[in-house]
């Protein structure tokens, strides 16, 4: 009886192996992780799973820590709809993306997308053009949070493909808000491979950006490409009250006058804070920490920008204070020779040169004539305290943040080597003298600060 029972209870097993039904029904999993349809490896509902017994496919390799890989260079491919050229930065141009990595979660392949130019003086002038990409639906990219636009920047003038590579790490390391991050690709436009990219975050509001309040947020661009006196037909502009600064309005978009009126009467609040109000006042205003880190990181690495000015953001939440940053565009700095801008070949020569000034106040030593909104602070001995406090942190980052940075060397050397927009310097000897000027700049910089 007890052998008749076994085999019954045998047969009932194997039968019910044999239903149409899978066995083990995948797991349900989180939106964010769903596997999408182009995915070879996603199971095709009704087919039949292999039994239990016999050997599985060899798993695949595990890929390394997900630090690591950010230091890699993966390979990014665009087709667009009829191979149509990218002519203009206002159209985008329909295209598929795909995405190969050596880790397989970050892999995708025809994902619906457009793209079109980006850039001002880098659209303008350089054959190795910069693009924006932006997909039908948030994507995650290379590891980084989901969000439609991304940006790959040719940095064509850049001779070592570091230069924003290192503010963006130091940003993080002092935790500065919405800092962008780094990842490195070899880009194959319609089949033409068009040389190294470097891939981030485009600077805008939303989650995995610029998180401000979708009403009452504020992301402003102190620019003077994108303000009133460049692009006065824009309708997204103004001249400041107070510093008559150029500003261009980022978050929220599609303001009407009156709105955009209001922003600017928002914003004087702050200029005249800065200007001639106490010390009190301002700081009441804008969070003097995360200025110090901006103000500093643009004097270490002499960015010009700081003049003009172009590309300095500064944001605020609803109820919040204003906030410089997110940190961007640093291919104008290192001593480049702006006699040379048009080719962008020639940095690194002279590291005792200052946008402020020994003396930001008086403009003591100062190379350049920045707007005093960035320096007026500085007649305030509780705000020198500060700058000379963060400046300490950034000393005391220098030495791991280039080690970080170096990283990207060991894994784009052969890439950045073949770049096919080759410039007259050699790329290996550049990252050394990269490295030599910011470790005197920080002595030099380490020769006035402490004593302000």
């Known amino acids: 009886m007890i052998k008749k029972f076994l085999c019954i209870l045998f047969l009932s097993v194997m039968l019910a192996g044999c239903s149409d039904d899978p066995v083990d029904a995948p797991e349900q999993k989180d939106p964010e992780e769903t596997v999408t349809p182009e995915d070879p490896e996603e199971e095709t509902p009704g087919e039949e799973t292999p039994p239990e017994e016999e050997d599985p496919e060899p798993p695949q390799e595990q890929p390394e820590d997900n630090r690591a890989m950010e230091f890699r260079v993966h390979r990014v491919f665009v087709e667009t709809e009829n191979h149509a050229a990218i002519k203009s930065k206002e159209e985008y141009v329909p295209c598929s993306v795909s995405i190969d990595s050596d880790d397989p979660d970050w892999c995708f392949e025809n994902v619906e997308a457009g793209i079109r130019g980006r850039g001002n003086s880098t659209w303008l002038w350089y054959p190795k053009k910069p693009y924006r990409i932006k997909f039908d639906s948030k994507q995650k990219v290379l590891g980084l949070g989901k969000a439609k636009s991304w940006v790959l920047l040719a940095n064509y003038r850049d001779p070592t493909d570091l230069m924003n590579t290192y503010v963006f790490e130091m ?27 470097q891939l981030t975050e485009q600077v805008q509001q939303g989650s995995n950006r610029v998180e401000v309040d979708d009403d009452e947020g504020r992301l402003l661009s102190l620019d003077v ?3 009133p006196g460049e692009a006065p037909d824009a309708g997204d502009n103004f001249w400041s009250t107070i510093y008559r600064m150029p500003v261009c309005v980022k978050h929220p978009e599609n303001q009407t006058p009156q709105q955009l009126d209001n922003i600017r009467g928002e914003f004087s609040i702050l200029e005249q804070a800065i200007k001639s109000g106490t010390y009190e006042e301002a700081e009441a205003l804008i969070d003097m920490t995360v200025l110090a880190d901006y103000l500093l990181i643009q004097e270490l690495v002499y960015n010009v920008e700081l003049d003009a000015p172009r590309s300095m953001y500064i944001h605020r939440d609803k109820d919040s204070k204003w906030t410089m940053g997110p940190l961007w565009d640093f291919d104008a700095g290192y001593d480049f020779d702006w006699g040379q801008m048009y080719t962008g070949h020639k940095f690194f020569s002279r590291y005792n040169e200052l946008v402020m000034g020994k003396n930001p106040y008086t403009r003591e030593g100062a190379s350049y004539d920045p707007p005093r909104f960035f320096t007026d602070l500085f007649r305030h001995e509780q705000f020198r305290t500060i700058y000379k406090i963060e400046w300490k942190k950034i000393k005391s980052l220098h030495e791991n943040v280039w080690a970080i940075t170096n990283e990207y060397v060991t894994d784009n050397r052969w890439d950045a080597e073949q770049d096919l927009w080759p410039i007259s310097l050699l790329w290996d000897g550049q990252v050394t003298a990269m490295k030599n000027w910011l470790n005197n700049r920080i002595v030099f910089l380490d020769s006035f600060i402490p004593g302000l």
């Open 225 to 227: 490409d994108d303000g």
């Open 171 to 197: 940003g993080q390391a002092l935790n500065m808000p919405f800092t962008n991050h780094n990842r490195y690709v070899w880009l194959t436009l319609n089949g033409e491979e068009m040389g190294l990219y």
